[in-house]
C-alpha cells in the first residue's frame, strides 16, 4: 500500500545542489515563455566545511575505522528510542527546537557526501581528506542573514513578502487572518511540484511548525515594510534583530549562560575565521547542533482544534513532507497558536538527552519495517564517523575542558534503557564516545535541566556567535547595538517577533 505522505525529501535527507540547480533552470525557461510572477535561483555563494580541530585527525582523537565500528554505532542508535518512563519535560519553550531548525536552515545545506559514500553501505568507512575537500560543498553562506527567507523563489511585491492564504475546512482558529500559509504553487501531478512552497528553502516546509515560523518571518518582514522601510531597509532590519534573539534570547536558554556572555564580551577563542573566509565547522553541524532532535516532543498542543497532534500529523500538514491534508494550502483549522509554544505555553522540549522521541525515532517508517540506517539517530552517527568526526572526549581536551568520566557515560546511556548501556560497553563507547552521542550525554549526565553541557554549550555559542560576528549587517560590529522592535526599547526576544508578525495576541492557553 502506498503511504498516505507524499514525502518529496525523508527527514535527515536533504535537497541537494544539484537538484535546486535543476529546479531553478526549468522554472527560469517557465518564465522565459509565460512571464511568471516568480523566480527561482540558487545562489552561487557557496561555502565551504572545515574542521575546528584539524589536529584531531588521527587515530587517538577518532573511532577505530573498521566496519565493526560501523555495525556498532548502528547498533547504538537503535537503542536511542525514548524509554517508557521518560523524564520531565525541561524549562525550555518548544519554539526553541524549531527556532534552532529554522536557523540551521539559514546557515548550511550538505548533501553531497551521499554522493561519495552511502550511509547504507555495509563497507562504510570515513572518507580521506583529500575526499571531504573535494566533494563537500556548503549550498548556503554560513552568516546568519536570514537567506532561507531571502534568496528565491521567494516570491515579494514591491517592498512586501508574498503570504499565501489558508483553506476554509472547518473550525478556523480564533484570531486569525487568512494570510497564514507559506506562499505556494498550484496542485501539480508531479509530487515535486505539487502545492511547493515558494521560500528561500525548501527545508522550511518540512513540518507544520517550521512552516509557521517561517509565515511569522515573512510577516514581520512586511510589518516594518509598512513602517515606510524599503525592501532592502526592511531586511537589514529583520536580519538585525535576528541576530539579537540568537545572541541574547535562544543561546542562553539552550547553553550555559556564563559561557555565551564570556564569548560575546571576551569575544571567540576557538572559531575566529577570517572575515571574508567564514566556514562551517563540522564538528558543529554534523555533531553538536543536532542536540534538537533530542528536544522533539512526541505530542503537541498545536491549538484548541488539535491539542494532541503527532509528529505525523506536523509533516503531513506540509508539501514538502506530506498532504497539507488533501487541501491546496494549509487548513485553517490547523494554523499554529504560538501561545502555547512559548514562556508559559502547554509545550515545552523535551529534556537534551541520548534517546529520540519514539515518533521521531520511527517517523519514515509508517509503521513498517524499514532498514536500522534510515533511523534518524543511526544515521547521525554513521554520518559523523563517514565525515571523521573526533571522538567527544578528543574534542572537550581541545577545548580545555574535563571530558566526561566512563561512569558518567554509561550513566546517561543507563537513564535511556539497559540495552543503551549494554552497547556503549560491550563496544567501548563510554571512553571513545561519537562526538553527537557525547554532546547529548553531557547534557543529560551533568544535570543542566535542558541545557547543553560545557562542551556543548561552547561549540554551540562559538560557532553561532562567530557566525554573527561574520554575518550581513552584524549587530556585533555595530557599537552597543541595540534593538527598538519591540514594546520594550533594548529588549527582542522570538515571543516579540510573534507579537511584531502578529501571529501571539493572547495569553498562554491550558497548560494540561
Known amino acids: 500500500m502506498r503511504s498516505p505522505y507524499k514525502v518529496r525529501f525523508s527527514h535527515g535527507i536533504i535537497p541537494t545542489v544539484e537538484r535546486l540547480d535543476a529546479a531553478a533552470k526549468q522554472v527560469d525557461a517557465a518564465n522565459r515563455t509565460h512571464s511568471l510572477p516568480y523566480q527561482f535561483a540558487v545562489t552561487g555563494d557557496t561555502s565551504r566545511f572545515d574542521f575546528l580541530f584539524p589536529q584531531l585527525q588521527t587515530e587517538p582523537g577518532l573511532l577505530p575505522e573498521s566496519y565493526e565500528t560501523r555495525d556498532a554505532l548502528v547498533d547504538l542508535g537503535m537503542t536511542m528510542t525514548e524509554s517508557d518512563h521518560p523524564a520531565p519535560d525541561s524549562l525550555i519553550p518548544s519554539i526553541y527546537t524549531y527556532f534552532g531548525q529554522f536557523v540551521d536552515h539559514d546557515i548550511t545545506l550538505e548533501a553531497k557526501s551521499d554522493k561519495v559514500a552511502l550511509l547504507s553501505s555495509k563497507t562504510l568507512r570515513p572518507l580521506t581528506l583529500f575526499e571531504m575537500k573535494s566533494n563537500l560543498v556548503n549550498g548556503r553562506k554560513p552568516g546568519l542573514d536570514l537567506d532561507n527567507v ?155 482544534n488539535f491539542p494532541a497532534a503527532t509528529l505525523a500529523d506536523l509533516f503531513e500538514l506540509t508539501a514538502l513532507s506530506g498532504t497539507l491534508k488533501g487541501q491546496k494550502t494549509l487548513p485553517d483549522a490547523w494554523v499554529v497558536e504560538w501561545e502555547n509554544f512559548v514562556e508559559g505555553g502547554a509545550n515545552r522540549a523535551r529534556p537534551i538527552d541520548t534517546s529520540l522521541t519514539p515518533d521521531l525515532f520511527n517517523l519514515m517508517s509508517f509503521g513498517k519495517p524499514v532498514d536500522p540506517e534510515a533511523r534518524l539517530p543511526v544515521r547521525n552517527l554513521l554520518r559523523g564517523y563517514m565525515l571523521r568526526l573526533p571522538t567527544g572526549q578528543a574534542v572537550a581536551e581541545a577545548l580545555k575542558l574535563q571530558p566526561l568520566t566512563a561512569a558518567e557515560i554509561e550513566e546517561a546511556a543507563q537513564a535511556v534503557s539497559s540495552d543503551q548501556l549494554n552497547v556503549v560497553r560491550a563496544h567501548g563507547f563510554s571512553t571513545r564516545t561519537p562526538l553527537w552521542y557525547y554532546i547529548l550525554a553531557e547534557a543529560a549526565a551533568r544535570g543542566y535541566r535542558g541545557r547543553l553541557g560545557p562542551a556543548g554549550s561552547t561549540l554551540v555559542a562559538e560557532v553561532l556567535i562567530g557566525l554573527v560576528r561574520g554575518s550581513k549587517d552584524s549587530i556585533l560590529r555595530e557599537n552597543n547595538w541595540q534593538p527598538w522592535l519591540g514594546n520594550t526599547p533594548g529588549e527582542f526576544q522570538l515571543s516579540d517577533l510573534l507579537k511584531l508578525a502578529g501571529v501571539l495576541n493572547r495569553p498562554p492557553g491550558p497548560t494540561h
Not at 507559506?182 to 525548501?202: N, Q, S, T, V
Not at 511548525?209 to 510589518?223: E, M
Not at 536558554?253 to 569575544?267: E, H, Q
Open 150 to 304: 531571502y534568496y528565491k523563489p521567494a516570491a515579494r511585491a514591491y517592498s512586501k513578502l508574498l503570504l499565501g492564504r489558508v483553506s476554509p475546512t472547518g473550525e478556523p482558529v480564533a484570531r486569525k487572518d487568512q494570510l497564514n500559509d507559506l506562499p505556494r504553487r498550484g496542485p501539480d501531478p508531479e509530487d515535486k511540484y505539487d502545492r511547493a512552497a515558494l521560500i528561500g528553502d525548501a527545508r522550511n516546509d518540512e513540518n507544520l511548525i517550521i512552516a509557521q515560523l517561517h509565515v511569522a518571518f515573512l510577516r514581520a518582514h512586511n510589518v516594518i515594510a509598512a513602517q515606510g522601510h524599503t525592501f532592502d531597509e526592511a531586511r537589514k532590519i529583520l536580519r538585525q534583530h535576528y541576530q539579537w534573539i540568537i545572541v541574547k534570547d535562544f543561546l542562553p536558554r539552550i547553553c550555559d549562560p556564563w559561557i555565551v556572555n564570556s564569548i560575546v564580551n571576551a569575544g571567540n577563542r576557538w572559531f575566529r575565521p577570517d572575515a571574508d573566509d567564514l566556514f562551517m565547522p563540522l564538528e558543529f553541524s554534523v555533531a553538536a547542533y543536532r542536540f534538537g532532535h533530542s528536544m522533539v516532543r512526541q505530542r503537541y498542543h498545536v491549538n484548541l
